[in-house]
């Protein structure tokens, strides 16, 4: 079992930043890559950004340019910055963690997944 704790959510005004940082414990041997996906009030759980134990990220197209995933295998946490919010982008934001699919933006409930970090971005 692998266990994601995430942190750095908040309320931030629009133009802000935030850094969301999430970190894995348990059986981190059996992750490949580890992303963030987000989910507004009503609607279905979207992908945002995702990267792998080597470096390779992938980005939802509409996140590129703002928000930068990064990892630090040293410390099995996953980092994602974000600048120049909208309040479009208040979500819970959720980490997960798992194979390919992770990375590709297609997790499902089979992968492994923290509680989530509420993010409120304020116009």
């Known amino acids: 079992q692998v266990r994601l704790e995430e942190s750095g959510g908040g309320l931030v005004q629009a133009g802000g930043s935030l850094r969301l940082s999430c970190v894995a414990s348990g059986s981190i041997f059996s992750i490949n890559a580890m992303g963030w996906y987000r989910q507004h009030p009503g609607k279905q759980r979207e992908f945002v950004a995702a990267?792998?134990?080597?470096?390779?990220?992938n980005y939802a197209d509409s996140m590129k340019g703002r928000f930068t995933i990064s990892g630090d295998n040293a410390k099995n946490t996953v980092y994602l910055q974000m600048i120049s919010l909208k309040p479009e982008d208040t979500a819970v934001y959720y980490c997960?963690?798992?194979?390919?699919?992770?990375?590709?933006?297609?997790?499902?409930?089979?992968?492994?997944w923290g509680q989530g970090t509420q993010v409120t971005v304020s116009s």
């Open positions: 997960a963690a798992g194979g390919w699919e992770v990375l590709s933006g297609r997790a499902s409930a089979g992968d492994y």
């Open positions: 990267i792998t134990t080597r470096g390779t990220s």
